[in-house]
Every structure is written in structure tokens, then in C-alpha cells.
């Protein structure tokens, strides 16, 4: 159950990524922290403790599960993959982020058109 | 070591595993992969950046899991056998704090102008009441046992605050008093009366550690709290007040705590809880110039005070996992 009340508190930026990248399908740590800086167009790189503080949260709030582990190159990799209720949340932050988006252009078309909005 | 990983990643891998140690076993080598596989070429060692991260990340980890810890079979488990040992081992620092007393004043005085200093009614009677919180506990009457714990630790606390600050004639004098003469009994008496109410009961932790445990539990951690009243048993003009005789009183709590851990998930919790007994002994290491004894005083405060929710939670865990079951 997610006690994180979407009407008040905007989501954070890593939780964003992160949530981004696996709604493209499961991934491992290694691919959500590359994948996010994709995302990010370069400016953000997760650092391994904040990725994994961030996955061990969205795990308590049943946003995200594990999907599966693998041995590559003697490594255990586990993958993770987005909950439905994940995947709601994510769509509602990203309504959110587009209909903000949305005013900062009006406003900024109004700008160069020489008023304001 | 895979052959795509360069010598020098041994080393880098030995000090990621430190580091890593900050997080809970399962995730150790999840993680571990993760990093080496983001190292640059020829990294020996993790940036200071990346450790102060990965440092901090797994702290908050460990401490946002303390709930679900707490709330667990091994939670409640751990509360029983503290309920169990921690009333025990109250009542035998009592006596060996009365015994210190009268050992000092007898190396001071002629031992017939001791009378006037035997214990008084009251310390009598608290006494009296945790030796009846040990004998209800085993005689399965715990939440009677909690609330005389409960009463007579206000008691305690009130009274030694009142009488330090008339035999001191000052309020700020009275709070260094109140610092020597009450310390690590009272966590430990705070402890006993949360495990008592919120835990399964003394009967229960029996169950788990079996008498030969407990009786050895209860005294090497009487032991280890009451190393300074035995040591001034033992040599009465021993100077108690010294920092390094604080610090052994430390060390002992922590060698106490660390030999009557009992193996497991169970004992790694009661060391835990038992181990909070430790705060205001370290706290009372703090020179008394730095902090005008206050530091101490506020550390007995909160340690005795936040048991409780700790028992709490725990508490509500079990009830949860009985209603889910019912």
C-alpha cells in the first residue's frame, strides 16, 4: 500500500528516473543507473547508494518488485520490474510534469511575444 | 575473479565489501556487481564522494528497516528474555550500589557511625518492589509486574532528583548528583517495565534461553553495569569519578553484553536493547566542562523514555501478525 499522498508532495528525481526506466521493462541496477542518465539527457548519474536507498523504498511501498536474478561474469544481477500500482503513480507524476511544462511554455510564449500570460 | 576484471579490481572489491557491510546481507553482492561494473578503468579505490554515499544510503536502509526488525517473531522474542533478565538484573545493581555505599563510608568512618546511613525506608521498599516484578514475571503475572515497575521507577527517579537537590542546595548542583546516583538502572529499570507490559512475559523468554542461559545473562550483565560498585566493594577509595574509570566501566558493559549474547536473530536483538544500558555510561564519559553534566543527564532521559516506543512497535507487529492470522 503507498501512504505517499501524490496530491501534496511532487516526486522526487531519482524515484522519477528510476521508475522511467523500468517502465520500459525490468532491468538491473547497472541498467536503471545508465538507463536514468539517458533519460536525464546526461545530467543526472546515480550514485549506487541513493539508486538502492531509492529501490529499497519503492519496494516497502509496492511500487516496484523483484523479477528475476542472473550470474553474469560471476556476478549476481537482480532485475527489477514495475508494480501496476508503480506504473499508475508514474502516470500521474507525469500528467503533472506536462500540465506544469504546459504553463512555463504559454507563459514563455507570451514572454517573447512581448507580454505576459 | 572473472578475467574482464584488471588486477586492481581485487583491491577495489576488498574495499567496496567494507563498505557494503553498511547494508543488509541480501543486497551485499547485488550491489557489488553493480559497482565494479560502473568502476572506472584502473579504479583502486572507491572516491570519497561514493563512500560517503554508499555509507549514508545504508544507514538509512538499516534504519528504516529497525521497524519491521523490531516488529518480527525475533522482536518480540528478544523483549521476553529482556523482561525476563533485565528486572534481575535491576534489583542486584540495587544491592550492589547499597553495597558500595556502605563500603565507602566504612573506609571513611569508624563502622559504628554507619547506622545512621543503613537503607532508609524507601530504598527498602524499591527494592522490595523489583524483587516482586521478578517473582510476578515468573509467576506469569507480568502486567502486574510491568505497572509495579512502572510505579516504583517514577518513584525512583522522583525521589533521588528531590533528595540530590536538597542535599545539594542548588538546582544545577542537584542534576550532577542525580548524574552519580542514578545511572544506568534506570534504562535498564525502563526497559524491564516496556518489556514487561509489551512483550509475551518473562515465561516466554525462559522458554527460549532455558534457566542455565539466564542466570548467566543476568549475571554478567550485573557484572558488567555494576563494575564500579564492585570494584569499590572490593577497594572502597577506588576514584570513581576518574574518566578512565568511567571508560572501564564501559568497556565492562560492553564485554558483558557481547559475552551473554545469545546466539541468533533473538540475541542480536536483546544485545541491542541491552546495549542501550550503555548510552549514558558512555555519555558520562563526556567531560563534565563541555557539557556541565547535562549530556549525561539527557541521554538517561531519552534512552529510558524511547524504549517505549521500541517496545511499542515491536508490540503492534505482533498484534498485526495475530489478527491477520485470526
Redesign the interface.
Known amino acids: 500500500m503507498y501512504e505517499y499522498d501524490v496530491k501534496k508532495r511532487s516526486m522526487q528525481e531519482p524515484t522519477f528516473l528510476i521508475l522511467t526506466a523500468l517502465a520500459a521493462g525490468p532491468q538491473?541496477?547497472?541498467g536503471i543507473?545508465t538507463d536514468a542518465e539517458r533519460i536525464s539527457g546526461g545530467v543526472t548519474r546515480l550514485?549506487?547508494?541513493?539508486?538502492?536507498?531509492a529501490l529499497?523504498?519503492l519496494r516497502?511501498a509496492g511500487l516496484v518488485e523483484p523479477d528475476r536474478e542472473e550470474v553474469?561474469?560471476?556476478?549476481?544481477?537482480?532485475y527489477y520490474r514495475l508494480t501496476d500500482e508503480g506504473a499508475a503513480l508514474l502516470a500521474a507524476e507525469t500528467r503533472r510534469r506536462r500540465a506544469r511544462a504546459a504553463v512555463a511554455a504559454q507563459r514563455l510564449r507570451a514572454r517573447l511575444a512581448g507580454g505576459t500570460a | 575473479m572473472p578475467a574482464r576484471y584488471p588486477a586492481g579490481a581485487a583491491v577495489l572489491e576488498r574495499r567496496y565489501r567494507r563498505l557494503l557491510r553498511c547494508y543488509p546481507p541480501t543486497d551485499r553482492e547485488e550491489m557489488l556487481g553493480v559497482l565494479l561494473a560502473a568502476a572506472r578503468p584502473g579504479q583502486r579505490t572507491p572516491g570519497l564522494r561514493q563512500a560517503v554515499n554508499l555509507a549514508a544510503c545504508g544507514l538509512v536502509i538499516r534504519v528504516r528497516r529497525i521497524p519491521g526488525w523490531l516488529a518480527a517473531d525475533a522482536g518480540q522474542d528478544a523483549l521476553a528474555v529482556v523482561s525476563l533478565i533485565a528486572p534481575a538484573v535491576v534489583v542486584i545493581l540495587l544491592a550492589l550500589g547499597r553495597g558500595a555505599m556502605d563500603a565507602t563510608a566504612a573506609a571513611r568512618v569508624p563502622f559504628w557511625t554507619l547506622l545512621p546511613i543503613l537503607p532508609s525506608l524507601g530504598e527498602s521498599v524499591v527494592v522490595l518492589a523489583w524483587l516482586a516484578v521478578v517473582v510476578l514475571g515468573l509467576l506469569d503475572c507480568r502486567r502486574t509486574a510491568a505497572v509495579i515497575a512502572s510505579i516504583s521507577l517514577t518513584l525512583a527517579w522522583l525521589a533521588v532528583l528531590t533528595a540530590s537537590v536538597q542535599q545539594s542546595g542548588g538546582l544545577s548542583q542537584g542534576l550532577f548528583q542525580f548524574l552519580g546516583t542514578v545511572d544506568v538502572p534506570v534504562v535498564l529499570a525502563s526497559l524491564a517495565a516496556c518489556s514487561l507490559a509489551l512483550s509475551p512475559g518473562p515465561l516466554r523468554g525462559l522458554a527460549i534461553v532455558g534457566w542455565r542461559r539466564a542466570c548467566l545473562m543476568i549475571a554478567g550483565l550485573s557484572a558488567g553495569f555494576g563494575f564500579p560498585s564492585i570494584v569499590q566493594l572490593v577497594h572502597p577509595a577506588a576514584p570513581s569519578g576518574d574518566l578512565a574509570f568511567r571508560l572501564l566501566g564501559v568497556l565492562a558493559i560492553a564485554v558483558a553484553v557481547a559475552v551473554t549474547l545469545v546466539p541468533g536473530p533473538v540475541g542480536r536483538r536483546v544485545a541491542g536493547l541491552v546495549a542501550a544500558g550503555l548510552l549514558p555510561s558512555l555519555a558520562a564519559t563526556v567531560p563534565s566542562r563541555l557539557y556541565g553534566g547535562l549530556a549525561a543527564w539527557l541521554v538517561i532521559l531519552l534512552v529510558a523514555v524511547l524504549v517505549w516506543p521500541v517496545a511499542i512497535v515491536s508490540w503492534r507487529g505482533r498484534v498485526r501478525r495475530a489478527s491477520r492470522a485470526g
Open positions: 538491473h541496477g547497472y543507473i550514485q549506487t547508494g541513493t539508486l538502492y536507498m529499497d523504498r516497502s553474469a561474469d560471476g556476478r549476481l544481477r537482480r
